[in-house]
């Protein structure tokens, strides 16, 4: 698996943990902290009861290395809410050892319309 494919697997992983409601889990993975995981309740309240693409194809994960080499930024081109695709992206952020073959931390960096 490439560091890559490692990244949209943390991106998704982190995708289905908000879906399912585990933002202890997400605190305890440090892949959200207390002001983010209320920002986003709040913003998902707005929105309605987030759910999954109906197919792996309508997930839409862009992948991007920052300009300084600190790191990589994933987006969730679009968020789903009661089925139905939204404008909400949402940014994640992952740090790598490195050489680049492992990510050394993982998180929800913020969400935005």
Request: charge should be negative; glycine fraction near 2%.
């Amino acid at each position: 698996m490439t560091l890559e494919e490692k990244i949209v697997q943390l991106t998704k992983e982190t995708l289905v943990d908000l879906v399912n409601l585990r933002y202890d889990k997400l605190k305890e993975e440090n892949k959200i902290n207390d002001e983010t995981a209320e920002f986003l309740h709040e913003v998902f309240q707005m929105q309605g009861t987030l759910t999954l693409p109906k197919s792996d194809e309508e997930m839409d994960i862009d992948v991007y290395e920052y300009n300084d080499k600190s790191g990589f930024g994933t987006e969730v081109r679009y968020l789903w809410f009661d089925d139905e695709e939204s404008a909400i992206v949402l940014f994640c952020e992952a740090k790598t050892n490195v050489e680049k073959t492992e990510v050394t931390k993982f998180f929800i960096e913020t969400i935005d319309a």
